[in-house]
């Protein structure tokens, strides 16, 4: 299919449905002359936008989408110094909460949270970054209970490399492009965090994730960089099962795993995309009016260019066993 919104650069699309409409959270990428390099300052973005659709059509035409504008700017937050990265949203006591990482003064990355009144904003955000909140690509999960979680973390530019002292520990002696490696070596894991009841803050101390080997019950490795876990952590929940999404960064998958609590263990289970044009890609999943969707990017509409992505979708399908699969089954 071809991108949804042409009219500028997307990217990293969290897709939620309120209200009986699809809204999109994405990361708005710009034009700048900073090089690529594995810290990722060549993702110089600076807004946010929201988008929404009524409809998801068959054909090979794109649904008409409206933009929103510009929700939320580096400027309106206090702690915030640049990157405004990968968002996402969700909706709990009759507010909207958008989720978005971003450097610190210090050059460290933290998670910040703004409130508003409708899913297409304007948000107000906190003065402060959420305590014990650190690394990028916040996800949010509203479970059937009504208890919410934040996960989140990403490898290399994205910093959770710098936390191997523990959460909140910042080791700038780890911050650059590098990860756990060696025969035996855990990969590391997503964090996740239950948020209080007015969804502002941690409930807890933040946990890591496992992502278990099928065949062994044991972590992944580290050197197994086809299925570890990179970054873009994603959560939804189908029958009972929860289902947790990811990148693997540099070898170009979007993975899942699952497991029967929100907090994990997750198993894993298989890829639900193949690489695409551009270094990595960032996704959700959304069910809407009983069918299962994949939002993604791909630099396609740039020609290639690694940090002008437009923002894609696909169907996904279960099959008669709950694993997910990219073609309808028979």
């Known amino acids: 299919m071809a991108p949804l919104i042409k009219h500028l650069y997307t990217a990293d699309p969290s897709a939620h449905v309120f209200n009986d409409k699809i809204y999109i959270y994405p990361s708005h990428d710009r034009e700048t002359d900073i090089k690529f390099n594995d810290n990722g300052d060549q993702y110089d973005m600076a807004d946010y936008h929201v988008?929404?659709?009524d409809t998801l059509d068959d054909?090979?035409?794109?649904?008409?989408?409206?933009?929103?504008?510009?929700v939320l700017k580096t400027e309106d937050v206090p702690w915030v110094s640049k990157q405004l990265w990968a968002p996402d949203?969700?909706?709990?006591?009759?507010?909207?909460?958008?989720?978005?990482?971003a450097r610190d003064k210090k050059g460290i990355f933290r998670i910040g949270v703004a409130v508003g009144d409708a899913p297409e904003g304007p948000f107000v955000p906190e003065p402060e970054p959420i305590n014990g909140s650190f690394s990028i690509d916040p996800a949010t999960f509203v479970d059937d209970d009504g208890s919410a979680y934040l996960y989140f973390g990403g490898l290399w530019g994205g910093q959770l490399q710098c936390y191997q002292k523990g959460n909140d520990l910042f080791d700038a002696?780890?911050?650059?492009p590098k990860e756990p490696s060696g025969e035996?070596?855990?990969?590391?894991g997503p964090k996740v965090g239950k948020l209080t009841d007015d969804m502002l803050q941690f409930d807890s101390e933040v946990r890591e994730i496992e992502i278990l080997d099928p065949a062994t019950g044991e972590k992944i490795l580290a050197d197994d960089h086809d299925r570890r876990f990179f970054e873009a952590a994603w959560m939804h929940k189908k029958d009972g099962t929860y289902y947790f999404s990811y990148s693997t960064g540099d070898t170009h998958y979007l993975c899942y795993a699952t497991g029967s609590s929100p907090t994990?263990?997750?198993?894993y289970a298989g890829?639900?995309?193949?690489?695409?044009?551009g270094w990595t890609t960032h996704h959700s999943i959304v069910e809407f009016r009983r069918r299962l969707w994949l939002f993604h990017h791909d630099c396609e509409l740039s020609g290639g260019v690694d940090h002008l992505r437009s923002v894609k979708v696909k169907e996904l399908f279960y099959d008669k066993d709950g694993k997910i699969v990219t073609e309808k089954p028979e």
């Open 271 to 277: 890829r639900i995309l193949e690489p695409v044009l």
């Open 89 to 101: 949203a969700a909706t709990k006591n009759g507010k909207y909460y958008l989720y978005f990482p």
């Open 51 to 53: 988008f929404s659709l």
């Open 264 to 267: 994990g263990p997750f198993t």
């Open 184 to 188: 035996g070596v855990y990969a590391l």
């Open 59 to 70: 054909g090979d035409s794109p649904p008409e989408v409206t933009d929103h504008g510009v």
């Open 173 to 176: 002696s780890w911050s650059g």
